[in-house]
């Protein structure tokens, strides 16, 4: 999938932008002007294009600094300083490391408003692919407000962005807020897509597998069953209601799994949505396939030594031998103690680096393990055991756990499999210790040799969003109900 200039904002406009309330008069001349001035069905299917370009922009960014966060691997490459001290000796400061992961997915929640509201006006387009495309638009909204709730937690977040420009900055709003904002668009997107009309844009070939507008709205289904169960444990558990969080989880999990859009067998765990990257020149590429004597990335040897062993043998877990490789150098820092000795090579393709590898944004593996979760939340037990039990011998190659544990344990080895099922695609590990407040029990502030270490609960608010609400170069924006 090539890079759209047309829809890139310029850099005047990213300056600009800094308070996020994304009404930004005329951005890109030629963008707003061919959208809403004109928006053909060849005009929107560019833009369309557009929108997949600028959602995959962030996520090497989100993967490497959410994984150095939960200990999974490390930035070595030296080349600025905070990237590889912020995250393990902390605080996270709101400019660096610490102020990331933001502007890039309210700049593609700007292009999704821009597109939503220019469809209906469209001359060419059937009232079926005009409600296709705005599907498409709420579901690429959501994604990207998932991946800004999932870095800033209970600080909350900015949602209704597109507001007039004269007006107040757009108020934040609470965690389970965001989660039904989120949850909201993607049901109003599965309603929409009810009508089968085929959507009037080339698909990337990571959506292949939600490439008709029935698939996309189990697509749409499978996120928002991740944002209900995410929202159970939110800093507010669905607001008192954790049992109807997982309970409508598990309906829409069950339902997936009932049509065939997801497979609990081994040779399907691959299967599922992802972002594309190119090599092509002018594309972005997938930063995180670095090579074995690469400079970047490395692994931390504590993802083989936790690791358990598969049965019947003293062999790690089988994900860890699929996932990790010894490097063909040492990378050491000045004064940083972490070496890097080892690579991820989820991204390499017949064992080299693979700058087109795609990143998942979902799979069928992690699906199997979000309906155990669910099954827990509402202490199924014995049915979250038989799904734990997909992922530990199908993909770990490990021996089944023993029926009749106890939820505690079920937990733990819930998070153990989701730790090496998702091990460096999206900060889970990170992201699930906050989740049930186990940072500081279950992962480590000053991995060996580093001391003095401490791992971050949350990425602060940009100070440049700060500055722009009036509230200092640091701040914790109020939240408003909603």
């Given at each position: 999938m090539k890079t759209i200039t047309l829809l890139t904002l310029s850099a005047t406009a990213l300056a600009s932008i800094a308070c996020y309330d994304f009404h930004v008069t005329d951005p890109n001349a030629p963008t707003t002007s061919s959208i809403y001035g004109n928006p053909t069905r060849a005009n929107m299917s560019v833009a369309a294009t557009g929108i997949f370009a600028q959602a995959r922009v962030d996520m090497e960014s989100y993967v490497w600094r959410l994984g150095s966060m939960g200990r999974e691997g490390?930035?070595?490459?030296?080349?600025?300083?905070?990237?590889?001290?912020?995250?393990?000796?902390?605080?996270?400061?709101?400019?660096?490391?610490?102020?990331?992961?933001?502007?890039?997915?309210?700049?593609?929640?700007?292009?999704?408003?821009?597109?939503?509201?220019?469809?209906?006006n469209s001359p060419d387009m059937s009232p079926g692919e005009k409600a296709s495309s705005i599907a498409f638009g709420e579901t690429q909204k959501a994604l990207a407000l998932f991946y800004v709730v999932q870095t800033r937690a209970q600080l909350g977040a900015a949602v209704n962005v597109d507001l007039?420009?004269?007006?107040?900055?757009?108020?934040?709003v609470g965690e389970d807020s965001v989660y039904r904002a989120i949850i909201g668009l993607l049901a109003d997107a599965r309603t929409k897509l009810a009508s089968g009309a085929a959507f009037p844009f080339s698909m990337p070939p990571g959506y292949a597998a939600a490439s008709t507008p029935q698939a996309f709205a189990q697509f749409t289904q499978a996120l928002a069953a991740k944002a209900w169960v995410f929202r159970a444990t939110d800093v507010n558990g669905c607001k008192g209601a954790k049992a109807t969080c997982y309970a409508n989880a598990l309906a829409i999990?069950?339902?997936?799994?009932?049509?065939?859009?997801?497979?609990?067998?081994?040779?399907?765990?691959?299967?599922?949505?992802?972002?594309?990257?190119?090599?092509?020149?002018?594309?972005?590429q997938n930063g995180l396939s670095?090579?074995?004597?690469?400079?970047?990335?490395f692994a931390l040897p504590e993802q083989q030594t936790d690791a358990q062993t598969q049965s019947g043998s003293a062999t790690p877990d089988a994900r860890v031998g699929a996932k990790i490789v010894d490097a063909s150098i040492t990378q050491i820092l000045s004064g940083f103690p972490i070496h890097g000795t080892l690579k991820y090579s989820i991204y390499f393709t017949n064992g080299q680096a693979n700058p087109a590898a795609?990143?998942?944004?979902?799979?069928?593996?992690?699906?199997?393990?979000?309906?155990?979760?669910?099954?827990?939340?509402?202490?199924?037990?014995?049915?979250?055991?038989?799904?734990?039990?997909?992922?530990?011998?199908?993909?770990g190659k490990l021996t089944a756990l023993s029926p009749g544990l106890s939820a505690d344990s079920l937990l733990t080895d819930l998070l153990y499999e989701r730790r090496y099922s998702l091990m460096w695609e999206q900060g889970t590990r990170w992201i699930d210790a906050r989740r049930y407040?186990?940072?500081?029990?279950?992962?480590?502030?000053?991995?060996?040799?580093l001391t003095g270490g401490h791992v971050p609960s949350v990425m602060p608010v940009p100070e440049s969003e700060c500055q722009a609400r009036g509230l200092g170069s640091t701040c914790t924006p109020p939240l408003v109900a909603q």
């Amino acid at each position: 999938m090539k890079t759209i200039t047309l829809l890139t904002l310029s850099a005047t406009a990213l300056a600009s932008i800094a308070c996020y309330d994304f009404h930004v008069t005329d951005p890109n001349a030629p963008t707003t002007s061919s959208i809403y001035g004109n928006p053909t069905r060849a005009n929107m299917s560019v833009a369309a294009t557009g929108i997949f370009a600028q959602a995959r922009v962030d996520m090497e960014s989100y993967v490497w600094r959410l994984g150095s966060m939960g200990r999974e691997g490390v930035n070595l490459s030296g080349n600025n300083q905070p990237d590889y001290q912020e995250p393990y000796y902390g605080p996270l400061s709101n400019t660096q490391f610490g102020g990331s992961q933001w502007g890039n997915p309210y700049i593609e929640i700007r292009l999704d408003n821009l597109y939503v509201d220019a469809i209906p006006n469209s001359p060419d387009m059937s009232p079926g692919e005009k409600a296709s495309s705005i599907a498409f638009g709420e579901t690429q909204k959501a994604l990207a407000l998932f991946y800004v709730v999932q870095t800033r937690a209970q600080l909350g977040a900015a949602v209704n962005v597109d507001l007039d420009p004269s007006g107040a900055p757009a108020p934040f709003v609470g965690e389970d807020s965001v989660y039904r904002a989120i949850i909201g668009l993607l049901a109003d997107a599965r309603t929409k897509l009810a009508s089968g009309a085929a959507f009037p844009f080339s698909m990337p070939p990571g959506y292949a597998a939600a490439s008709t507008p029935q698939a996309f709205a189990q697509f749409t289904q499978a996120l928002a069953a991740k944002a209900w169960v995410f929202r159970a444990t939110d800093v507010n558990g669905c607001k008192g209601a954790k049992a109807t969080c997982y309970a409508n989880a598990l309906a829409i999990l069950d339902s997936l799994f009932a049509s065939g859009f997801a497979d609990t067998s081994a040779a399907s765990f691959q299967n599922g949505v992802f972002f594309d990257f190119s090599a092509n020149p002018g594309d972005v590429q997938n930063g995180l396939s670095d090579p074995l004597n690469g400079t970047l990335y490395f692994a931390l040897p504590e993802q083989q030594t936790d690791a358990q062993t598969q049965s019947g043998s003293a062999t790690p877990d089988a994900r860890v031998g699929a996932k990790i490789v010894d490097a063909s150098i040492t990378q050491i820092l000045s004064g940083f103690p972490i070496h890097g000795t080892l690579k991820y090579s989820i991204y390499f393709t017949n064992g080299q680096a693979n700058p087109a590898a795609e990143i998942p944004i979902i799979r069928d593996e992690e699906l199997v393990l979000l309906r155990a979760e669910a099954e827990l939340g509402l202490g199924q037990l014995n049915a979250a055991t038989t799904d734990l039990n997909v992922t530990r011998q199908g993909s770990g190659k490990l021996t089944a756990l023993s029926p009749g544990l106890s939820a505690d344990s079920l937990l733990t080895d819930l998070l153990y499999e989701r730790r090496y099922s998702l091990m460096w695609e999206q900060g889970t590990r990170w992201i699930d210790a906050r989740r049930y407040g186990l940072l500081t029990s279950t992962i480590p502030a000053s991995p060996a040799p580093l001391t003095g270490g401490h791992v971050p609960s949350v990425m602060p608010v940009p100070e440049s969003e700060c500055q722009a609400r009036g509230l200092g170069s640091t701040c914790t924006p109020p939240l408003v109900a909603q």
